[in-house]
């Protein structure tokens, strides 16, 4: 069995742990060398200004000890002094002093010599000028030099340089290059640990919740990040906690929602899957009881027509019935007189046959009106008016209404003329009966035609009761009458609207007038069949 | 007077080994003596090698200082003291030949030690009597100059020294040499070791100057030990004082003193001084006569 601590990675397998891990030893790496590169010459600076300082400060106790030597000429105190300033501070490698007049003393740890003023390094140019520096020996050995112009009571006496040992500062300048190795590799070593745990630290938890988020889009919705921290991670993780908590429930009540649609869907699918079945069947059903009612309606407008077409022979036939019983009295008059001849009887017969022969007549008219034509063709509008003007011909002359006919006689259309024949009827008994209600005492009827532009218009102008503003949206739904009850069926304006519209593809409008109505009829000149 | 400290010190770290449990050696140190060495550091460094070899090697190593020949010779006289540090002059004028007995001293490979009457080159001194009327240095407190210098100016010259030219003194050999080279001085009596130094620091001091007297000895301090020390501690102690430049220790010392190497020496080396002081005593007692 694997121990524990050998699952653990020692390694994440995280880019942004790398990347962290870089940035950071990168950084720190970068800033020790910084470090070390900005410190190098300030340190060097310091150490240089510790070295002037020593100078200063040697030079000047030389010379406050020095002085009265000097001033007498004592180079013997001079020298002396000197070589024990060099026995007890070794950093000094020799003092050459030159003074303005006599000879120049050269002194250091390894002896002293006397020199000739114009032998001595420094020239007279110098003596008043301070200067210090790294200089290098003819032997290639460097050292600090420092000379300081010699005064007593502001005047120059001379000249003093002081040679100082660098080994003491180029040992400094070395250990300090040391160091800054040292804490470079220290940073180094320093960094694998540290920038591991930091970069550990901070990705192992945004790792954490990377994965979990991952575990999340992928539908786990159970996923917890334990991620104890008091920080913004720590606030993270309890948010991201909150968020898939939150998340688990919204899925649940959509989960809830959906099984409730699901319900719902199978149910109106069960429905519609049993609507589907029976739609068929309905509608047959509605197509049959639609044409049920048609043919009621055809039914029912073919009775009005018969009670129009009898009444209509009943105003045909008064007259000659009336010629008839005047025949028939004649011939008992003569019979009873004795006035009844073979010739007279033969006359009455003959006009009492010619009565009949006419009220026969009148009937084969009216049938041939009426009979169903089923068949479309050309038929002229003229005629077709006049035919339904003269089957109610009687009627208007019972009634003493004027009917008048302004028609063409030229135009042709194409439809059933039968249909087209039963619209006029109807439309000119709706008028009959408007100026019959409105007891106009010259009650008149109009048919005026005229053609239009691929269109032919057709008005029946009445000067009867006219539209009831109420009502009038109405009086094409079927059903629908103003006349009394037993005069009108409301059958047939609903049936001209059919024919006109539905069957010849034209229009059929009712329009108020100031004395009376107007129905107008639209329809398209056409002289041969046409689709649509 | 380096040499003798050195030796002094050697002393107290070679002989430990080789002493007992009841082994005591007392030194008697002469302080004016010392000219080139602080006294304050001297004695420092006495008592803590004397501390550290005592504890060391189970002696009992006491450093007694005296600033007068007097009271040491008193000491030495009554046993407190065993080993005598002190000038050559010093002990000659104090101690007789038989309260003494051999001990040790530094010395230098490269020269040998006295006193030399130094002049400029360029002046034209070619004997002492040229010195008349001149200005001649020696160093202060130091008892072997004075006692040289004024013999020789009874003997070259019948007179007192102050009689013939201006005396003065400076504390120091080098300072004394440096006087004379940059002709403050005409004249002046230095070591023969401390001329030596001189002229290693600057060839140009032997070119210049010249040497008009000289007087050698083996050295111008001594250690000896008393005469009245046990024989068998004497032994002992020269024994290891012997082998002193062969240890890690004694190498140390020697350095820190600038001393080469350690040597026995006999009482009888300090004949030139004690014929030094005969001479003194003589042209004494001969002016003591004449008043």
Redesign the interface.
């Known amino acids: 069995m694997t121990p524990p601590w050998l699952s653990v990675r020692l390694l994440p397998a995280n880019r942004m742990f790398f990347r962290v891990f870089g940035v950071f030893g990168s950084l720190l790496l970068a800033m020790t060398i910084l470090y070390g590169l900005l410190i190098i010459p300030l340190q060097r600076d310091s150490l240089l200004k510790v070295l002037y300082s020593q100078a200063t400060t040697v030079s000047r106790s030389i010379i406050q000890a020095s002085s009265d030597a000097m001033l007498t ?5 001079v ?2 002094h000197n ?1 024990q300033v060099l026995q007890n501070n070794k950093s000094i490698q020799s003092v050459l002093i030159v003074p303005r007049r006599g000879s120049a003393l050269s002194i250091a740890t ?5 020199l000739q003023t114009a032998a001595a390094p420094i020239k007279p140019a110098d003596y008043d000028v301070e200067s210090y520096g790294i200089v290098t020996s003819p032997e290639g050995n460097a050292r600090y030099r420092y000379i300081t112009p010699i005064r007593f009571s502001g005047v120059s006496w001379g000249v003093m340089q002081i040679d100082f040992d660098t080994s003491e500062y180029e040992a400094n300048i070395d250990e300090m290059y040391r160091q800054i190795a040292y804490i470079s590799l220290f940073t180094l070593l320093a960094i694998l640990p540290i920038g591991y745990f930091f970069a550990l630290w901070l990705t192992r938890p945004i790792a954490t919740i990377s994965q979990a988020a991952s575990r999340v889009a992928s539908g786990e919705l159970d996923t917890h990040v334990k991620i104890d921290r008091n920080d913004e991670i720590g606030d993270l993780s309890h948010s991201f906690n909150q968020m898939v908590q939150a998340l688990a429930e919204n899925r649940r009540q959509l989960e809830n929602v959906n099984l409730d649609l699901e319900i719902k869907v199978t149910e109106r699918t069960q429905e519609l899957d049993e609507l589907n079945r029976t739609l068929d069947q309905r509608v047959r059903d509605e197509v049959s009881k639609r044409k049920e009612q048609e043919q009621l309606l055809i039914h029912q407008s073919r009775l009005a027509a018969m009670g129009e077409m009898i009444g209509a022979i009943a105003h045909q036939w008064r007259q000659p019935l009336n010629a008839l019983s005047l025949v028939t009295q004649n011939m008992q008059m003569q019979y009873l007189t004795g006035q009844q001849t073979e010739e007279s009887m033969r006359a009455l017969q003959d006009k009492a046959q010619q009565l009949i022969q006419r009220m026969s007549q009148t009937i084969d008219e009216f049938r041939n009106f009426f009979k169903p034509s089923k068949h479309s063709e050309t038929f002229n509008l003229a005629q077709a008016i006049q035919a339904a003007a003269d089957i109610l011909e009687g009627m208007f002359k019972n009634h003493n209404i004027e009917l008048g006919m302004d028609c063409p006689s030229d135009i042709e259309l194409y439809g059933i003329p039968g249909e087209f024949s039963q619209v006029i009827l109807n439309l000119l008994g709706n008028a009959r009966d408007a100026v019959l209600t409105a007891n106009q005492p010259q009650p008149k009827i109009f048919i005026r035609a005229s053609l239009g532009q691929n269109q032919v218009q057709i008005d029946v102008e009445d000067n009867g009761t006219g539209f009831d503003p109420n009502t009038m949206h109405k009086i094409f739904e079927p059903y629908f009458t103003t006349k009394e009850e037993g005069k009108g069926t409301g059958i047939g304006l609903y049936m001209s609207k059919t024919i006109v519209e539905n069957n010849m593809h034209g229009n059929l409008e009712a329009i108020s007038m100031a004395n009376g109505a107007c129905m107008r009829i639209t329809l398209p000149i056409k002289t041969s069949p046409v689709t649509g | 007077m380096k040499s003798a400290i050195a030796l002094l010190v050697c002393l107290l770290s070679l002989c430990a080994p080789a002493s007992r449990a009841a082994d005591i050696l007392n030194m008697g140190f002469y302080l004016p003596g010392i000219r080139d060495a602080n006294l304050a550091d001297v004695h420092i460094t006495l008592q803590l090698w004397a501390d550290e070899v005592g504890k060391a090697h189970g002696i009992n190593a006491t450093a007694y200082t005296y600033s007068d020949m007097a009271a040491l010779y008193r000491d030495s006289m009554v046993g407190k003291i065993n080993l005598i540090v002190a000038p050559g002059m010093e002990i000659a004028e104090t101690f007789a030949p038989e309260e003494l007995a051999p001990g040790f001293v530094g010395k230098h490979h490269s020269s040998s030690e006295g006193l030399v009457l130094i002049v400029r080159a360029s002046d034209g001194i070619r004997q002492f009597g040229d010195l008349r009327g001149k200005k001649v240095l020696h160093l202060s407190n130091d008892r072997l100059s004075s006692v040289f210098l004024e013999n020789q100016c009874r003997q070259q010259a019948s007179a007192a020294c102050a009689d013939l030219f201006q005396v003065g003194e400076e504390k ?1 050999n ?2 004394t040499i ?2 004379v ?2 002709g ?1 001085a005409d004249a002046a009596l230095v070591s023969i070791s401390a001329l030596h130094a001189a002229n ?5 001091i032997r070119q210049r100057l010249h040497i008009l007297l000289e007087w050698k000895t083996s050295s111008l301090g001594y250690g000896l030990m008393s005469a009245r020390t046990d024989m068998a501690l004497r032994d002992r102690v020269v024994k290891s004082a012997m082998q002193a430049t062969n240890t890690v220790r004694g190498k140390q010392l020697l350095e820190l003193f600038k001393t080469d190497f350690m040597d026995r020496v006999d009482v009888q080396e300090l004949k030139p001084y004690w014929q030094l002081h005969r001479e003194r005593q003589e042209w004494a007692n001969h002016k003591a006569r004449k008043k």
């Open positions: 000429d004592d180079f013997g105190f020298v002396e070589l390894s002896g002293w010599e006397m | 120091r080098s300072q440096h006087k080279f940059f403050q290693e620091l600057n060839p140009q």
